[in-house]
C-alpha cells in the first residue's frame, strides 16, 4: 500500500476512533449519569483526552511506516495556517482536516474560496439537519482549527477554571474563579443553535452583528465564513479567550471578524451594530440585575434603528417581550442534557422597528 494509501487508513481509524468516543461520550455517558450521583467527567475527560491523543499519533505512526520518509512540503508552503492550530497540528501530513482548511481559507483563487465554503455549509447544514449534531460540530472545530469545549452537560458550578483541551484558556473572571456570579462558563454554541441564527437573523452586507461574550469565538467564526454580514464582532470579558479568538480569526484571514476585550455590561456596542446574537453570557443575580442593564441597552439601540437580536435566554426575551420596543419574529425549541436529564430551551428572534428579515 502506498503512502496516500496509508494515510487513507490512519486518518479512517482516527474517525471511527472519535465516533466511538462520541457514542461514549454523549449517548452512554447519560446513562451511567443516572444511576451515579456525581457526573463521570474522568470518563469523559479520558474520551477526550484519547481522540485528541489519536489524532497527534496518527502522523507520527505513519512516519514510521515501512516507507519511513517525512514530507513536511505542505507547512512550508502554509506557514501561516499555524497562527490558529491549537487544535490539530495543520502542519502534520495525516491532518484529515488539513485540505479542507486550505480550500475554505487559503485559496488564492475568492470565488473558488467562496465556492468551497457553500459546499460545506450545505454539507454541514445536512449533517444538522439528520440530527447529527455532535458530528458537524466535531467537523466544523476541527477543520478550523478550534479547542474543544470538554464541560457540555455539566452544572456551571461543577466547570473548573480551564475547560478546553488547550493549554492557556483559563477563566478568570467568571464565578468562583474570578468572583464574577454574573459571568456565565465559555461554553461554545452548537452547530444547531448557530444554523438556526444564521437563517433567522438573514445577514446581508451591510449588517454589523455582535456576539455578545463571543468566547474563543466558534459563532463569530461561523458567521464570518457563512454569511454576508460586512463585519463581525466578539465582545469577551476573559481575556484569554478574547486573545485566541482573535489570533485565531487573523490567523484564518478572517480580516472582517474581530474581538473586544471588554465587559458588554461597562462598555457600549459597537456604533454600527445591526444584529446581535446573545447565547446567554450571563444571569442576574441578586446584586446585579444584568440581564435588566443588557435588555435596558438593546433597548436604547432599538428604540433608535432597526435591530435584530437572536437569543437564547429566557429572562433576556421576556425582558425584550414586556419592553415594547422588541416584537418577536421567531422562535425553535431544542433539547439539551444536563446530568443526562432531557430539558428544553428556546432560541427567539426579536425586531425592533422595521429590521425583520
Ligand atoms: C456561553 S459562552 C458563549 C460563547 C459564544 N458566544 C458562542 O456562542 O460560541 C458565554 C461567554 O460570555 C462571556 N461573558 C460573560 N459575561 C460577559 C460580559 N459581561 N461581557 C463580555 N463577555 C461576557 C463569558 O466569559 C463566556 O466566554
Known sequence: MGRSGDGEIIAEMVRTAERIADALVYKAAPYISETHHEFPHEILNTLRRIQHEDLRLAPEIYRVGPDARVDRGTAAEHPESSAGARGPDPTAIDDPYHARRESLFFDEDPERRAAARAEWRDELRGLVARGHHEQADREFGRTLGLPEYNFHGIPKDDRPQEQFDADGLVSKVAGRFGGREDVYPPEPSKLKYLTWAKEALNLGPDDVLVDVGSGTGKAIDFFGMFTDAKKVYGMEIEPDFAAFANQHAAGLGLNHVRTLNKDVLEESLPEDVTAVYFYEPFGSTKENDAVGTFANKLAEIGEQRPLKVAVKSANLAERL??????????????????????????WKLFTSGQAAG
Open 321 to 346: 417581550q414586556a419592553g415594547g420596543v422588541f416584537s418577536l419574529q421567531d422562535e425553535k425549541p431544542f433539547t439539551f442534557f444536563i446530568h443526562g436529564q432531557p430539558k428544553t430551551l428556546s
